[in-house]
């Protein structure tokens, strides 16, 4: 059964590293996602991706996010600075459409953890 | 604007108990509703999804849920509870608009004891 796959599953950085945090969608998949959970708190929503380009984003995604898929096939969020409160448990979701009614197919995550 | 809001943030049953996980939600426009599962170190797993058809949504492991436009609630049940069936489970709101994303609730840990 096809899947999301994300890696590293956990990855340590220090305050003030780039980190970069990878995905692989579905392959026939059009729109892709990411998402954070801190740690105790709600799963957020951090940006919308299509067509190679963000389609909306949260608040949350400000200057030190960017996202990228360099190619056909990876999808990846870079955090350029980290802050502690960056630690999260960051997940990718993708969609073969738009629409609201379609599910998302989420990864397993990837636990950062920044020291 | 969407939200969701998960009443108890931890439940527990006995195995063979009925599961009732709650959820409301708030939006200004007809919503799409879900029920995602967590299992420990796994990703999110579509559970199932209120799209405007029946009221009454039946999804995999036995789960269903009942949407219910006067109480703006979307609760998840299970008339017996399996040990397998513990986990974390989001709630989430979506709406019929370009590029929306999935507004989910804080998440339930439902415990399930012998």
């Not at chain 1, 980290?82 to 997940?91: G, I, P, W």
């Amino acid at each position: 059964e096809p899947e999301v796959t994300q890696t590293p599953s956990h990855q340590v950085t220090q305050m003030g590293q780039e980190v970069i945090l990878r995905c692989v969608p579905i392959s026939n998949h059009l729109y892709f996602y990411w998402y954070r959970q801190i740690l105790g708190q709600k799963v957020e929503f951090l940006v919308s991706f299509y067509n190679n380009e963000i389609s909306e984003k949260s608040e949350i995604f400000d200057d030190q996010f960017s996202v990228e898929r360099p190619d056909g096939s990876n999808f990846t969020l870079k955090i350029r600075s980290t802050k502690l409160e960056d630690s999260a448990m960051y997940f990718c979701a993708s969609k073969i459409v738009q629409g609201g009614n379609t599910e998302a197919f989420f990864g397993q995550g990837t636990r950062l953890t920044v020291v | 604007a969407q939200s969701v809001t998960q009443l108890g943030s931890h439940v527990s049953v006995s195995e063979g108990a009925l599961v009732l996980l709650r959820c409301n939600y708030s939006s200004s426009v007809p919503p799409y509703l879900f029920w995602y599962v967590q299992y420990p170190n796994q990703g999110l797993q579509l559970l199932l999804k209120y799209t405007s058809a029946a009221t009454l949504v039946k999804g995999i492991n036995g789960f269903e849920a009942e949407f219910k436009k006067s109480e703006t609630s979307f609760h998840l049940t299970k008339p017996s509870a399996h040990m397998s069936d513990a986990a974390e489970y989001f709630c989430a709101v979506s709406v019929n608009q370009a590029g929306t994303a999935l507004i989910f609730g804080k998440g339930t840990t439902l415990s399930v004891s012998s």
